[in-house]
Protein backbone atom coordinates (compact mmCIF):
# COMPACT_ATOMS: atom_id res chain seq x y z
CA UNK A 1 0.00 0.00 0.00
CA UNK A 2 2.45 2.20 0.89
CA UNK A 3 4.37 1.98 -2.52
CA UNK A 4 1.40 2.61 -4.44
CA UNK A 5 1.34 6.01 -2.30
CA UNK A 6 4.51 6.56 -2.71
CA UNK A 7 4.30 6.15 -6.49
CA UNK A 8 1.46 8.17 -7.43
CA UNK A 9 2.98 10.91 -5.10
CA UNK A 10 6.30 10.71 -7.86
CA UNK A 11 3.75 10.94 -10.43
CA UNK A 12 1.57 14.16 -9.15
CA UNK A 13 5.60 15.68 -8.17
CA UNK A 14 6.41 14.91 -11.60
CA UNK A 15 3.29 15.83 -13.58
CA UNK A 16 2.83 19.22 -11.77
CA UNK A 17 6.48 19.76 -12.74
CA UNK A 18 5.85 19.20 -15.93
CA UNK A 19 2.73 21.32 -16.39
CA UNK A 20 4.67 24.29 -14.65
CA UNK A 21 7.42 23.96 -17.16
CA UNK A 22 5.16 23.80 -20.34
CA UNK A 23 3.23 26.71 -19.00
CA UNK A 24 6.29 29.00 -18.37
CA UNK A 25 6.64 28.50 -21.98
CA UNK A 26 3.58 29.53 -23.21
CA UNK A 27 3.98 32.51 -20.96
CA UNK A 28 7.34 33.22 -22.62
CA UNK A 29 6.08 33.06 -26.12
CA UNK A 30 2.94 35.27 -25.52
CA UNK A 31 5.24 38.08 -23.97
CA UNK A 32 7.82 37.88 -26.89
CA UNK A 33 4.81 38.08 -29.16
CA UNK A 34 3.44 40.82 -27.28
CA UNK A 35 6.93 42.50 -27.21
CA UNK A 36 7.66 41.93 -30.75
CA UNK A 37 4.07 43.33 -32.28
CA UNK A 38 5.36 46.79 -30.62
CA UNK A 39 7.71 46.78 -33.32
CA UNK A 40 6.18 44.77 -36.06
CA UNK A 41 2.96 46.95 -35.98
CA UNK A 42 5.15 49.69 -38.09
CA UNK A 43 7.01 46.39 -40.35
CA UNK A 44 6.26 46.60 -44.17
CA UNK A 45 4.62 50.06 -44.08
CA UNK A 46 4.97 53.50 -45.47
CA UNK A 47 5.43 55.20 -41.92
CA UNK A 48 6.44 58.86 -40.48
CA UNK A 49 9.54 60.59 -38.91
CA UNK A 50 7.23 60.80 -35.74
CA UNK A 51 6.48 57.17 -36.17
CA UNK A 52 10.56 56.46 -36.63
CA UNK A 53 10.98 58.75 -33.01
CA UNK A 54 8.41 56.82 -30.92
CA UNK A 55 9.97 53.22 -32.26
CA UNK A 56 13.44 54.57 -31.29
CA UNK A 57 12.25 55.66 -28.39
CA UNK A 58 10.46 52.70 -27.80
CA UNK A 59 13.99 50.24 -28.82
CA UNK A 60 16.29 52.55 -26.03
CA UNK A 61 13.63 52.09 -23.65
CA UNK A 62 13.56 48.62 -23.71
CA UNK A 63 17.87 48.20 -24.27
CA UNK A 64 17.65 50.13 -20.52
CA UNK A 65 15.39 48.25 -19.03
CA UNK A 66 16.75 44.74 -20.14
CA UNK A 67 20.52 45.97 -18.83
CA UNK A 68 21.74 45.89 -22.66
CA UNK A 69 25.78 47.14 -22.21
CA UNK A 70 27.16 50.24 -24.01
CA UNK A 71 30.50 50.38 -25.98
CA UNK A 72 32.91 53.72 -25.42
CA UNK A 73 30.93 55.23 -28.29
CA UNK A 74 27.64 55.18 -26.33
CA UNK A 75 26.06 52.08 -28.74
CA UNK A 76 24.35 49.38 -27.68
CA UNK A 77 25.98 46.17 -27.25
CA UNK A 78 24.29 43.57 -29.23
CA UNK A 79 23.81 40.03 -27.51
CA UNK A 80 21.87 37.19 -28.64
CA UNK A 81 18.58 37.74 -26.30
CA UNK A 82 16.72 40.77 -26.13
CA UNK A 83 19.10 43.54 -27.04
CA UNK A 84 17.02 45.77 -30.16
CA UNK A 85 19.20 47.80 -32.85
CA UNK A 86 17.16 50.05 -35.22
CA UNK A 87 19.25 51.97 -38.01
CA UNK A 88 17.70 54.58 -40.71
CA UNK A 89 18.42 55.13 -44.05
CA UNK A 90 18.47 58.84 -45.11
CA UNK A 91 18.87 59.14 -48.72
CA UNK A 92 19.72 63.44 -48.37
CA UNK A 93 22.85 62.30 -47.58
CA UNK A 94 23.01 58.55 -48.01
CA UNK A 95 23.83 57.57 -44.83
CA UNK A 96 23.02 55.21 -42.57
CA UNK A 97 22.22 56.49 -39.01
CA UNK A 98 22.10 54.44 -35.64
CA UNK A 99 19.51 54.78 -33.01
CA UNK A 100 21.82 56.15 -30.35
CA UNK A 101 22.51 59.14 -32.76
CA UNK A 102 18.99 60.33 -33.19
CA UNK A 103 18.48 59.87 -29.56
CA UNK A 104 21.19 61.65 -28.51
CA UNK A 105 20.50 64.69 -31.02
CA UNK A 106 16.52 64.25 -29.66
CA UNK A 107 13.98 62.43 -31.36
CA UNK A 108 11.89 65.84 -31.14
CA UNK A 109 14.95 67.49 -33.30
CA UNK A 110 14.45 64.22 -35.40
CA UNK A 111 10.72 64.88 -36.20
CA UNK A 112 11.30 68.31 -36.64
CA UNK A 113 13.20 67.44 -40.08
CA UNK A 114 11.83 64.11 -40.92
CA UNK A 115 8.00 64.96 -39.75
CA UNK A 116 6.68 64.56 -43.71
CA UNK A 117 9.38 62.39 -44.52
CA UNK A 118 8.13 58.66 -45.37
CA UNK A 119 10.17 55.44 -44.20
CA UNK A 120 10.00 51.33 -44.76
CA UNK A 121 11.10 48.54 -43.37
CA UNK A 122 13.80 47.37 -45.21
CA UNK A 123 15.62 44.40 -43.03
CA UNK A 124 14.17 42.82 -40.33
CA UNK A 125 16.45 40.54 -38.09
CA UNK A 126 15.27 38.51 -35.34
CA UNK A 127 17.69 36.58 -32.87
CA UNK A 128 17.86 32.64 -32.89
CA UNK A 129 17.46 32.28 -29.32
CA UNK A 130 14.74 33.49 -28.30
CA UNK A 131 12.69 34.74 -31.37
CA UNK A 132 12.66 38.31 -30.19
CA UNK A 133 13.86 41.41 -33.14
CA UNK A 134 16.80 42.13 -32.90
CA UNK A 135 17.47 44.22 -35.41
CA UNK A 136 15.16 46.48 -38.15
CA UNK A 137 16.87 48.84 -40.88
CA UNK A 138 14.13 52.01 -41.83
CA UNK A 139 14.79 53.13 -45.19
CA UNK A 140 13.48 56.94 -45.98
CA UNK A 141 11.04 56.44 -49.31
Known sequence: MKKIIIILLVFIIVLCILLYNFNS????KQKISEENAEFELYLNKEIYGIDIASIINKAVDKNIKNEIQKDD???FIQNDEN???IEVYLT???DIYKMEQIYKQGTEQFVQFFIDAKFKSSKVEYHEKTGRIKYILFEQI
Open 92 to 94: EGD
Open 83 to 85: SIE
Open 73 to 75: KDF
Open 25 to 28: IALD
